[in-house]
């Protein structure tokens, strides 16, 4: 506890919520009492009054400050104004202002916004977290190293942030629970992320604005959030192409408010509310997104389902020449699920219609059986110069596929099962894609001797045939 200096005339107290926590941060529930009188209230140079046992000061404003003993600097410790729109100075009361404490804002119900000053160099654990208010946080210090744990956590109303260039690692949770936010700029300086660091954020909405090929970008993939290098309101795609029955998914990147969906030609392509588009038959439509005032434009060409056709779409959109290996078959793989259905005549009559057996089943139907997945797979690693071959046995059919030296099972028909009666499963299981022959064997009968072994469980992901 802060011990009381006596008054001068006109120096009147001021009782400040918070305390000091065990990990050094600022609960501000029941602080301390502090003191302070008039003087100048751009909070610069300050005339706040100095507690001499503790070196705490208030400024008018209602921000405390603690100079660090043996310096000319001080970090800020708790703030006990009523205005909404806080600015932490470069300076105070004849010190530099170069950090803020863990907690020192944290819980606070009053601020709607912060700038943070220039010579900010080290900000606390949970320093601005659970402010249910706060809208906007801006940096303007380029000497922050680090945005720590739980810094931005449950800032339920906070919609964008720019960390800055200075920045190389963002703690855990640092932005947990911000189910508002809509934008962070990441610098491609920042190369470590703490666990958790975006649980609890809008998947849907918060986009990750960084470099392209960096950590931030690998980790907002990894946490399923929207990732682009442009700041702008924007679409993920301004043209698109496809084969009548495909669907294809849409973004609005930094989507300031709620996103509305409308096609100008339903009947040629659809689009739900969360930006998924059905193409229903061929011709050319438009879809629009607006948000916050926002209108963007998004052209569909919807090409008739034959097998010509599947491949080009397969080849320029999905299957691209520029992947690895690894990344075609899996690519291939995910195709044939999302666009190929199970013949369900197997199950209703016990007979398969002929073309159903064919990679022109597969292709220009869309319906087929498993040596038909197996035939159409083949037809799209050879285009790549991926070796691949059919195995039958059991009734059934599947293939298995060659990644530099090594070979691997991959069963399409098996990930693309009939769910709770729906042949029209459009979820990527991969419980049989590129396995052993050990883990095959489990559900799975062939002649051993008659295929090539695979017996590895390492998978060359960068390798690509020639």
Known sequence: MLTLLAFAPGIKPVHCKGAAMADGSINNTAYMAAVYSPGNTNGTSGTGIIDSNSNTFISEEGIIYKSIEGTNECQVVSYTGNNRNVIIPDEYNG???????????????????????????????????????????????????????????????????????SVKKAGYRAFAFCTSMYQI???????????????????????????????????????????????????????????????????????????????????????????????????????????????????????????KNCLKIIYSKYVKKEMTDYEKIYAAHAWLIQNVKYDKTLYETGTVPAISHTAEGAFNRGIAVCDGYSKAFIIIMEHYGIKSQMITGGAHAWNIVKIKNKWYHIDCTYDDPVVNGSFNNRNVFLDFFLKTDKEMRITHIWDYSAFPKCNSKTVNKKYKTV
């Open 95 to 165: 010190h530099i202002v170069t950090s803020v404490a863990a907690g020192a804002f944290r819980g606070n119900e009053i601020i709607t916004s912060i700038i943070i000053g220039r010579n900010i160099k080290s900000i606390g654990g949970s320093a601005f977290s659970h402010c249910g208010y706060l809208e906007n946080a801006e940096f303007k210090s380029n000497k922050i190293k680090a945005i720590p744990p739980n810094c931005f956590e449950a800032c339920e109303s906070l919609k964008k942030l720019e960390l800055p260039e």
């Open 185 to 307: 700029i990441i610098p491609g300086q920042v190369t470590s992320f703490g666990k958790e660091i975006f649980y609890g954020c809008n998947k849907n909405r918060l986009t990750i604005v960084t470099e392209k090929g960096n950590k931030a970008e690998k980790t907002a993939l990894e946490y399923g959030m929207l990732v682009t290098n442009t700041s702008q309101t924007a679409l993920s795609a301004n043209r698109l192409a496809d084969i009548e029955g495909a669907q294809d998914k849409i973004y609005v990147y930094s989507a300031p408010s709620r996103v509305k969906w409308k096609s100008l030609d339903p009947g040629i392509a659809s689009v739900n509310q969360h930006g998924r588009i059905t193409a229903l038959k061929p011709g050319t439509a438009t879809v629009t997104a607006r948000t916050a005032g926002i209108a963007l434009k998004c052209k569909i060409k919807v090409y008739k389902r034959n097998k």
